[in-house]
Every structure is written in structure tokens, then in C-alpha cells.
């Protein structure tokens, strides 16, 4: 055996995936889908690695580095983080993490972090969260939709990209929103800038002004050393906000000044500082209805819906669904290390039946679990999860969004809740929000699970 790793990730499918990954290779493992349940086996197991999810459904990354010193436990942590996040990641090096990876895990990389991790040192956490900046440039490869919504879709990034407006992008979860949002920064003037994106969601009413703005050292109890803020990180590029309608309604204010005045001002300072930065943003929530409802503001939503971009769901790009599938196929084969060629005619086709609530997501962690489960060359209807056909009636599979008012969006929840049997990931694609939303409604409410 090369070693013990804990995994904790809530995620039952990806887990899985990692853990076959581990034992593949020689690894002793164990897969924990919460933070109490990891918690256990930590104290009463030997463990050499631990490779966390930074969300989790009673905690996060940070929390469970906390908790470790406290325990005086000295375990190398790597955190495993999505698009958006690098900047908590480096927030957690900085408590102690040994490292962290960016989903969609990389074998290759994989292997590097964990090798990295057994033979860590103090040098080598130092150097971190320069790698967080590397990460966060454009280089994905991407395939491009042909549908007409999508069509549409580009020549509107392709106009509005060489000007200084602010974007709103819409869609549903799992859409791509934050792919466009890059596309709109490569097209740009401010290119060769910093592309900094950022997850309302994680941000608190006591954190946000802080993470955004930066501060300075001594300015409240944590603060021990200088912050320069996302703003000022973004300066000469573009600052993407995500899930824009889960900013905490106090930091708003605050944000719209920085905006209007194109200065900031660090917490536990007087002086302003210049900024030059292009406000993108993303939401899958109806904000006129969180306006109505007294939980976003009017004039900030004026202010960063100088255009606006509708991003489809992939059941109207009905006949791109081979095009995206073909393209995670290739994808997949490279992460997992197979080789899987192709889809079989009658697997495409109940790929095109189903409605896909989860988006261009769902599509990409269904062909990853295909391609696993694949037991030849070619993903049949066998290697496939379950995924019901359309149905007009029917309403257990139906997506439920999540926009309404205020008084209604706890019954929402439950229902989806109910219906997915407690699974917050399938609840999360039926309310058409992303899961982090999800815990911080069901946190918000008081929701018992």
C-alpha cells in the first residue's frame, strides 16, 4: 500500500470515482460524506492524507482545518475546490491546508498533489497561492453549441465583449454562465488583465467587505495581516461576481459605491484607492422578484444590467447534445485514463430524451460516470444512469425554480427535498440553482435534515 487517504466528499458519484482512482493505485482509502462522519473516522484510524471537498452539507474545508488543530492533529489537508473558489483555497493554505486542486480533478495532477503532499514541507505550502493565480487564466479547451439560442447567444458576447458595460448573464444552473463570462474577458481589451471570479454565496455579512475590498492589518480580531480585496486583485481586468443574488443586502450599498466611484476603500482605513475594474455577474435567480421582495437593491441591479446575456438550457439545444457529449467523451477518457470511442446510436438517443435540469453539468458528470462504468469501447444505454424521458405530466422529474417570494421559497425547497429523498445535489437541479445556494437556503430557513 502506498499510503491511507481520507476523502471527504458529499458528492456520492465523484467520491466513488476517486475512491476506485485511489485503490487503482495502490492506496488504502475511505470516503466520507460529511464532516462529523469524517471526524469519526479521523480519531479512531491512522490517516496520512486527507482530500476534502471545500463544501460540504455540516461544514467546509476551513472548519475542518480548524478543527484539526485543535486536535492537535498534524495530517496533510488538500482541498478540492470548483471553479470560482481558488481564492478560499488560498485561504486555507493559509490556515494550514498543504494544497488544493481545482475540479475537474486531473489524474496527472492528481497524483502530482498527493506525492507533493506526502514529501510536504513549509517551502512548498509557500508557493500555493501563487498557484492560484496561474489557475485562474483562460485555457480550457471548450466546444462551441450550433443551436440557434446559442448562436444568438455568442454574437452577443462577440458585441458586447470590446466595450466597458457591465454584464448581467443569466441562465440556469449548470448553463455555462461562467464560461461565457470568461469568453467575454478573452474578448476583451483587458485579455492580458486578471479574470478574478468570485462566489457571493461563501461571502458573509461580517467577511464580504473584507474579502472584496481588502483590509488592513489589526482592523477587527482576524486580521492579522494586510488584505488587498478582489477588487483590487482585479485591478486592470475583470471581476466576475457569481450568484450575484446571494451578496449579503448591507455589502450592496458598499458595492455600488465602488462601482459608481470606481474607488474602494480597505477596512480599517481613510483613504480610498482607485480601482479599474469590469464588473461581470451571473445569477440564476429572478432579481426583480428579490427586488420586490426588499432583498436586492433596484439601483445596484440598474447598475450591473447595463446588458444583458441569456445563457439557454441545454433542452433547447436539443440537437447539440452529441456535440457536448462527444466533447466531455474526450475529456473524460483523458481524466479517468480509458478509452472509450464513442456512443452508441441508442445511448445519444436517450441522452436527447431527457430533459436535463442539471444542464451542461449534469450531461458532463453523466458522461464521466458512463465512460467509468463503460466495459468496452462504446457507452451504451447499460453504461448510463438512470434518466427518465421527457414527459409533459411528469412533475417528479420537472424542474421547480426557485423564483419566488420569499414566503414561498422554504415549501419549495422541502418539496424538492422530498422528492430527490433528502439527495441535495438532484433537489439543487430541480430548484435550477447550484447546491451552494441550496445549503445556504436550507441554513437560512432552519431546515432540519
Not at 463570462?181 to 467587505?209: N, T, Y
Not at 475594474?277 to 427586488?291: G, P, Q
Not at 458522461?367 to 417528479?396: H, M, Q
Not at 426557485?402 to 421559497?409: G, N
Request: hydrophobic share 40%.
Amino acid at each position: 500500500m502506498n499510503g491511507r487517504i481520507l476523502i471527504i466528499e458529499d458528492d456520492v458519484s465523484f467520491g466513488t470515482m476517486l475512491h476506485k482512482w485511489f485503490e487503482r493505485n495502490e492506496f488504502s482509502v475511505h470516503l466520507s460524506s460529511s464532516m462529523s462522519a469524517a471526524q469519526q473516522y479521523i480519531v479512531s484510524d491512522k490517516i496520512d492524507i486527507i482530500l476534502s471537498d471545500l463544501r460540504l452539507p455540516d461544514g467546509d474545508g476551513i472548519l475542518l482545518l480548524e478543527w484539526l488543530k485543535q486536535q492537535a492533529l498534524d495530517i496533510p489537508v488538500i482541498i478540492m475546490t470548483g471553479y470560482g473558489e481558488v481564492q478560499t483555497a488560498v485561504a486555507a493554505i493559509k490556515l494550514g491546508a498543504s494544497d488544493f486542486l481545482e475540479k475537474p480533478v486531473n489524474p496527472t495532477v492528481l497524483k502530482q498533489k498527493i506525492e507533493s503532499a506526502f514529501a510536504s514541507s513549509s517551502s512548498s505550502q509557500k508557493k500555493a497561492p501563487k498557484q492560484a493565480k496561474k489557475l485562474l487564466k483562460p485555457s480550457r479547451a471548450t466546444v462551441r453549441g450550433k443551436s440557434p439560442s446559442l448562436e444568438q447567444m455568442y454574437s452577443h458576447i462577440d458585441l458586447v465583449a470590446p466595450t466597458q458595460m457591465a454584464v448581467m448573464i443569466t441562465g440556469e444552473s449548470g448553463t455555462g454562465k461562467e464560461h461565457v463570462a470568461r469568453l467575454i474577458h478573452e474578448k476583451s481589451a483587458r485579455a492580458d488583465g486578471p479574470f478574478i471570479a468570485v462566489d457571493c454565496g461563501a461571502l458573509s455579512m461580517e467577511l464580504a467587505p473584507s474579502e472584496l475590498f481588502g483590509h488592513k492589518k489589526g482592523s477587527f480580531t482576524s486580521a492579522i495581516e494586510d488584505k488587498t480585496g478582489f477588487f483590487w486583485e482585479a485591478n486592470g481586468g475583470t471581476l466576475f461576481l457569481d450568484e450575484v443574488g446571494n451578496l449579503p443586502y448591507g455589502v450592496q450599498m458598499q458595492l455600488l459605491r465602488a462601482l459608481q466611484e470606481k474607488k474602494i476603500r480597505p477596512v480599517g482605513t481613510a483613504n480610498d484607492l482607485e480601482v479599474d475594474v469590469r464588473i461581470l455577474t451571473a445569477t440564476n435567480e429572478n432579481l426583480e422578484k428579490a427586488i420586490a421582495g426588499g432583498t436586492f437593491r433596484e439601483d445596484l441591479y440598474h447598475r450591473l444590467n447595463e446588458f444583458m446575456i441569456k445563457v439557454p438550457p441545454l433542452r433547447e439545444s436539443v440537437a447539440d447534445i452529441r456535440l457536448y457529449a462527444e466533447f466531455f467523451l474526450s475529456e473524460a477518457n483523458i481524466e479517468l485514463d480509458r478509452n472509450v470511442t464513442r456512443i452508441s446510436p441508442d445511448a445519444l438517443k436517450k441522452l436527447e430524451r431527457y430533459p436535463w435540469p442539471g444542464n451542461l453539468r449534469e450531461l458532463r458528470n453523466v458522461i464521466r460516470r458512463s465512460v467509468l462504468f463503460a466495459k468496452d469501447e462504446a457507452i451504451t444505454p447499460e453504461s448510463l444512469p438512470l434518466l427518465p424521458e421527457r414527459s409533459g405530466n411528469d412533475a417528479d422529474t420537472a424542474p421547480q425554480p426557485l423564483h419566488a417570494a420569499p414566503e414561498d421559497e422554504k415549501q419549495r425547497i422541502l418539496t424538492a427535498l422530498e422528492k430527490s429523498n433528502g439527495n441535495k445535489s438532484l433537489a439543487a437541479r430541480l430548484l435550477q440553482i447550484d447546491r451552494k445556494t441550496l445549503y445556504n437556503k436550507i441554513h437560512l430557513y432552519n431546515i432540519e435534515m
